[in-house]
């Protein structure tokens, strides 16, 4: 963010963007954990308590993955997303979805390693910062190919 340049009317300087790319990604929390993924991977949602996919939606190919219950075995009462990316799909039940946030690319820290490796963890391709919280950058296909007994 750059602050040179003209305030705003409260006094403050007007904020800018840098030129740097820029994702719009779906915070939502999961697992006492706040977690995130690209918005453009989100086709939809459904209310909690409701899993009514339509026939070609609920087929064995579709994982239904509840995200508390995939990391610490107690399930959610939350909204269901339907996450897309190419020709892979699936149903993730999150905690409750907090807002969709604009975050700039370089803003995001590798996940180490040790994070990266076989497991759980593995479900996670970066780090973030929204205000005070930290957030983890998730990518459901690891998890759904997890559930589909897939190797990562």
Not at 43 to 52: E, I, N, T, V
């Amino acid at each position: 963010m750059k602050t040179a340049g003209p305030r705003g009317r409260h006094g403050d300087h007007v904020r800018e963007l840098d030129s740097g790319p820029v994702v719009a990604l779906l915070l939502f929390e999961a697992a006492d954990c706040l977690m995130a993924l690209p918005a453009s991977e989100v086709a939809s949602l459904q209310a909690p308590g409701s899993r009514g996919a339509s026939a070609d939606e609920g087929g064995a190919s579709v994982a239904w993955i509840d995200v508390d219950e995939y990391f610490t075995g107690r399930q959610s009462d939350g909204p269901w997303l339907q996450w897309g990316r190419g020709e892979r799909c699936a149903w993730l039940r999150v905690g409750w979805v907090v807002e969709v946030l604009a975050c700039e690319i370089r803003a995001l820290a590798p996940m180490p390693g040790c994070f990266r490796a076989e497991g759980r963890g593995g479900a996670f391709w970066a780090a973030g910062v929204r205000g005070e919280e930290v957030f983890l950058l998730m990518d459901p296909a690891k998890l759904a190919d997890r559930r589909n007994g897939l190797t990562p």
